[in-house]
């Protein structure tokens, strides 16, 4: 992960938490960052420095990636969490924040909750064809937590999914210690416990958990927009198959010769996936090249 590396765990109206070897230090940043419109985010790998009797952030490492809402950099994984049920998921949803994440360089990973209220296979066969992790969870039982644990090693990760599905129990469920020390953070803060929507880190499972209190799920409004000439490789079963269509240039939209189109007819490629991929590359294609 950030290996011995300092990293932002927290962080409220310019004053931070920064994790070291020698534990949580409480900084601030340096003017600069200001100056240039740079604002430090959890999950940012740190520079440190002294400056008479307070620890300042001198300079943040070149990141991997950035999500603006919720506010956090580094992003290894975004777990995807959808119910069976109540509320009935969104393929086109679950497909535009996976496509986020692929293009972003994250990994998603797909959690399946409330499988006691309905059969969770049909949704998570179109995942598994994808090539993406998915996984089957139940808080209350324990179901599928130590195959989530097992995948947060060495990772930083962020937890997205609409009201309703059970995010906050799940993370509830990995995070025992998540009440006590959002308490203790707050009062050094000296602010309430609810006057705050900003992500923390916990450790868990040998990696990095991003609490995102207050965002259901990504922005995606407000998520750096994919252009369609790229949205193929945010489809790992689409990117898989380029170069192969007949015409250089294919849009995988019903061009003759179309290997998409192919690997669709004999369904290796679930027609919810490609239905949002149409979706978006129409999306992508109205989309004005100076928004």
């Known amino acids: 992960m950030f290996g011995t590396t300092p990293y ?14 020698e534990g949580l230090l409480a900084c601030r940043a340096k003017g600069i960052f200001r100056k ?21 952030i001198a300079q943040i490492l ?13 992003v290894d994984q975004l777990f995807i969490v959808a119910s ?8 086109l949803v679950i497909d535009k924040l996976s496509a986020i994440a692929v293009d972003r360089g994250a990994q998603p990973v797909l959690v399946i909750t409330k499988s006691d209220l309905d059969d969770e296979r049909a949704l998570a066969s179109h ?5 993406f992790p998915v996984i089957v969870a139940d808080a209350r039982t324990g179901r599928g937590l130590a195959q989530v644990r097992a995948l947060l090693a060495g990772k930083l990760s962020v937890f997205c999914g609409n009201s309703g599905v059970g995010k906050s129990t799940l993370l509830s469920a990995l995070l025992p210690q998540h009440t006590l020390e959002t308490g203790e953070i707050s009062k050094k803060l000296g602010r309430g416990r609810h006057t705050t929507r900003e992500v923390t880190l ?42 192969r269509c007949k015409f250089t240039g294919c849009s995988h939209t019903g061009e003759k010769g179309c290997a998409v189109c192919e690997a669709l007819a004999r369904g290796e490629i679930a027609p919810s996936r490609y239905e949002s991929y149409l979706a978006l590359y129409e999306e992508a294609k109205q989309r004005k090249e100076w928004e």
């Open 62 to 74: 070149e990141r991997k990636n950035m999500f603006v809402r919720p506010p956090v950099a580094n």
């Open 84 to 91: 069976t049920v109540q509320p009935v998921p969104s393929t």
């Open 8 to 21: 932002i765990a927290k962080g409220v109206g310019g004053f931070y938490y920064v994790q070291t070897p």
């Open 127 to 131: 995942y598994e064809t994808a090539g």
């Open 202 to 243: 916990y450790e868990c499972g040998g990696g990095l958990v991003a609490d995102t209190p207050g965002f259901a799920s990504l922005d995606m409004d407000r998520a750096a927009p994919i252009p369609k000439e790229n949205l193929q490789f945010a489809f790992p079963e689409i990117a898989r198959l380029f170069g």
């Open 36 to 56: 240039r419109r740079i604002t430090p985010l959890a999950g940012d790998r740190v520079v440190l420095e002294r400056e008479g009797d307070t620890n300042v």
